[in-house]
């Protein structure tokens, strides 16, 4: 092992990862966490089902039921309205956080809140969305689980002595461990966590929320059941053909998704114009749900029964177009008026459906893989989440033969919805609050690059005895030695290293003394922060920060007295003003060079 780097060098000090012993800590603490979102899960499917036979059966039970088997007639149009009432004085008078379907609120959390939810949300979230749902509203519960979950997460974390990011993990463990819990897919929960919810990819963030996600898995089984929950009837391995129409059920499930995008805001503008508090907007909402839910009884609740039958192929004809177009504008209308569920279901079954109707032109396959295609391009293009998209559908289902097509079509929603679209669905939200998540994640430029790279080689030094007069009258005349900077190393008669001393140590030194007879040493600042030609640059701009410095002296590692470079803020911003280059300057390759070269003889 000792051959595998050089002993006695700087490399030596350098690791792939910047993780420490405190990710076991992290690790240790995600596992309560994931108990906790295995607990609150199975809490809120029981909710939604307590308040789902009070409103639809008018009985006292907890049994597994839909809204699609009630009795109601025409009064079905009253019960949505009826919860949206009561989630509207919820979010007015408990917490304007219950509002929506709950990712972009812990986006927000994570990103601006230094990972703090207020407990508040913790308690309200599930309530309202369980009312929601129970009530008929067109969502599903893993929105609201992954900000039950967070919630829990965080304010688990606030019990410990940890740093913002530290409590950024947990909060994404319990998120993960609750969708893991749900759903019965630890590796899409942990992948979600990774698309959408780290913002990073880090062993010190990606172990505990695996730990936690696999807790959740394990502690779902004596309380949920195990998985999968959609199982089907494996596929053959997939043909060229098939892999062929699966790039066109991406492109068209891309544009659906971009539709939805569309709509939803559309609708969120309409009830902005109203001249009602929005805590009134879920009540109008709700109208639409309930006609909806008249016309195609389907569209209501989370609809987990209806996802099935898309995947078993059992769902064909009109129906299909009817059930399509009935949850997408129910969906829309009742999520842009600001009541409380989540995407990922109601996405399912748009993008299923819309599968499933593609599938019955199509010369290959069956309407059932082509709806779990759907499903797959709906997701992984509108929450921007391909990896996630995939993976979700395999673990709901088991069926692995489908994974390249679930690729194929997952990137090629993405593909369309990356072009034609700014933001997703989740982050256009916080758009419209002034705040903005950049998605694309790529390893920092300053940890790339050593500070030999960029450091300024003309060393500005000046002798110790010096006097602060003849330091002026050099600045004044703009000596190249010292004219050109903010500051100039002072070294002694060995040429050593000694100090640093800055145009404003000059000023405040003038100031008392104006004669300058100071020597520069005296006036100067001796304990010294430097920086190596070795050292990545990202540490060094962190030591820039710390000590609250603008410059330092770069010297040798084995000889701290002996100053070889420098390096200033103007050197940093051209590092990245070169980074940029390699990004936007566009040239053909030295092979085309010579090509042409050749050529022209």
């Known amino acids: 092992m000792r051959g595998l780097v050089s002993k006695n060098t700087s490399i030596d000090l350098l690791a792939d990862f910047r993780t420490n012993k405190r990710v076991l800590l992290l690790a240790a603490l995600a596992v309560p966490i994931g108990a906790i979102g295995t607990v609150m899960a199975k809490a809120l499917l029981w909710l939604i089902a307590i308040v789902t036979n009070l409103a639809f059966f008018h009985r006292l039970s907890a049994e597994a039921c839909t809204p699609q088997q009630n009795q109601l007639g025409l009064w079905i149009v009253i019960v949505p309205v009826i919860g949206a009432l009561i989630i509207g004085l919820m979010a007015r008078y408990g917490s304007e956080k219950i509002r929506g379907h709950g990712i972009p609120e812990a986006l927000e959390a994570i990103l601006l809140g230094k990972s703090l939810i207020n407990p508040k949300v913790a308690i309200l979230k599930p309530l309202s969305s ?26 688990f974390a606030q019990f410990f002595h940890l740093s913002s990011a530290e409590r950024k993990t947990l909060l994404v463990a319990g998120a993960a461990g609750g969708m893991a819990a749900v759903f019965a897919t630890p590796v899409a929960a942990v992948l979600l966590a990774v698309e959408l919810l780290l913002f990073e990819w880090k062993p010190r963030s990606f172990i505990p929320v695996a730990v936690a996600a696999m807790v959740a898995s394990v502690l779902r089984v004596p309380l949920l059941g195990a998985g999968p929950i959609f199982p089907v009837t494996p596929h053959g391995l997939m043909s060229a053909n098939e892999l062929l129409m699966a790039l066109l059920v991406g492109l068209v499930a891309g544009l659906g998704s971009c539709l939805l995008t569309l709509l939803v805001y559309a609708f969120e503008d309409l009830f902005q114009k109203l001249p009602l508090h929005w805590m009134w907007w879920p009540a109008i909402g709700a109208v639409v749900v309930g006609v909806g839910g008249c016309i195609e009884p389907r569209v209501l609740g989370v609809g987990y029964d209806t996802i099935h ?179 100039a190393f002072i070294v002694d008669a060995q040429h050593k290293l000694v100090g640093i001393i800055t145009r404003s140590d000059v000023l405040r030194v003038l100031q008392r003394d104006p004669t300058g007879s100071a020597s520069v040493l005296a006036a100067g600042q001796t304990r010294l922060i430097v920086t190596f030609p070795d050292e990545p640059l990202y540490d060094a701009i962190a030591k820039m920060i710390k000590h609250r410095i603008g410059r330092m002296p770069v010297v040798e590692r084995k000889d701290h007295g002996r100053v070889i470079g420098y390096l200033g803020r103007a050197d940093i911003l051209a590092a990245r003003s070169r980074h940029h280059e390699e990004e936007e300057s566009r040239s053909h390759g030295p092979l085309m060079t010579q090509f042409k070269f050749k050529s022209a003889k």
């Open 130 to 155: 369980a009312i929601s749902i129970g009530t008929g509203g067109p969502f599903g519960a893993e929105g609201p689980i992954i900000m039950t979950g967070g919630a829990f997460g965080s304010i």
């Open 309 to 487: 039958l898309l995947m078993l192929g059992q769902l064909l004809g009109a129906g299909l177009i009817g059930l399509l177009l009935a949850k997408t504008l129910v969906w829309s209308v009742a999520l842009g008026s600001g009541t409380s569920g989540g995407v990922l279901a109601p996405l399912l079954i748009m993008g299923g459906a819309l599968g499933a109707l593609l599938g019955q032109c199509l010369p290959v396959g069956d309407p059932g893989l082509w709806a779990m295609v759907g499903m797959a391009a709906m997701m992984g293009g509108t929450m921007r989440s391909p990896l996630t998209g995939m993976v979700f559908i395999l673990e709901l289902t088991h069926d692995l033969n489908v994974m390249p097509a679930l690729l194929i079509a997952c990137v090629a929603g993405l593909g369309v919805t990356v072009l034609l679209l700014r933001r997703s669905i989740l982050t256009e939200k916080l758009a419209r609050r002034g705040q903005h998540i950049a998605r694309e994640y790529s390893v920092d430029l300053f940890e790339l690059m050593r500070v030999g790279e960029v450091m300024d080689r003309k060393v500005p030094v000046i002798p110790a005895e010096m006097t602060i007069q003849t330091l002026a009258g050099r600045i004044t005349q703009d000596d190249p030695a010292v004219g050109s900077r903010h500051g």
